[in-house]
């Protein structure tokens, strides 16, 4: 081989450990593919996580008019989160009061009980929640 020709080649390809070359054009396929997996891998999570019912309907609102919003901040709780009062919901990790009828608290689609909290801000110990689902027994 000339030292065009390996000069050539050098450009077109790289070792990888022992000897194994790859050309570079497979080299840039694979560090995309690398750097687009965490994407990919997301992506099902967002689409089809047991709250897009939350995520995908703009009538749910908290009380200040922002979207309760979906898959990331929204999760099942248990009944012993909860103490109701009448029509009163007492969230009881945040010390909330949220009201049946009022935005912000909404009749759970399955039957569960559900909250979407804010994110956590500095200085706080425990997150607020933006609203409350609950499952539907008569208001």
């Known amino acids: 081989m000339s030292i065009v020709e390996s000069c050539a080649a050098k450009d077109r390809a790289f070792a990888i450990?022992?000897?194994?070359?790859?050309?570079?054009?497979?080299?840039?396929?694979?560090?995309?593919?690398l750097l687009l997996l965490p994407c990919v891998r997301a992506a099902p999570a967002s689409a089809h996580g047991e709250a897009e019912w939350i995520m995908k309907d703009p009538t749910y609102v908290s009380a200040f008019g922002q979207h309760c919003c979906g898959p990331q901040d929204c999760e099942r709780i248990p009944a012993s989160f909860i103490r109701e009062e009448g029509r009163?919901?007492?969230?009881?990790?945040?010390?909330?009061?949220?009201?049946k009828g009022a935005a912000g608290a909404y009749p759970s689609r399955d039957g569960s009980w559900w909250w979407c909290k804010q994110p956590l801000l500095l200085g706080q110990s425990r997150p607020s929640a933006r609203c409350v689902f609950f499952p539907f027994h008569g208001l």
């Open 88 to 99: 009163d919901i007492h969230l009881l990790p945040t010390g909330q009061i949220f009201r």
């Open 17 to 33: 450990g022992h000897g194994f070359r790859i050309d570079r054009s497979t080299a840039n396929g694979l560090l995309l593919a």
